[in-house]
């Protein structure tokens, strides 16, 4: 399964699910994005921002690499919290 086919039929706590994976292969990006939008969701919203948060932070060694998915990674942090602020609000 691919991380972006839970978010795609909206099964949200498929998504929180998703096993965490090191992001510091470009690839895996798209698996911590991915639980920390289906764990934005309620009931997950409050015990797993804590937990996911961290797991966003690959962005700054990718910027210190220079890497061409450094702005990417960026993107993929600021969504994730911004989802994450939402499921804080609505749990």
């Known amino acids: 399964m691919t991380a972006l086919y839970p ?6 706590a498929a998504a929180a699910a998703l096993p965490p994976i090191s992001a510091a292969l ?4 798209q698996f911590n994005w991915a639980r920390a939008i ?3 969701h309620p009931p997950a919203s409050r015990r ?4 996911i948060l961290p797991q966003l932070k690959p962005h700054q060694k ?3 690499e220079k890497s061409e ?12 919290q911004a989802w994450l602020a939402f499921g ?3 749990g």
Do not use: C, T, Y
């Open 38 to 40: 289906g764990s934005a």
């Open 69 to 80: 998915f450094a702005d990417a990674a960026e993107d993929d942090r600021k969504e994730a």
């Open 48 to 51: 797993m921002s804590a937990k």
């Open 62 to 64: 990718l910027v210190a």
């Open 26 to 29: 470009p690839k895996n990006r």
């Open 88 to 90: 804080r609000r609505q």
């Open 7 to 12: 978010i795609e039929m909206h099964d949200w």
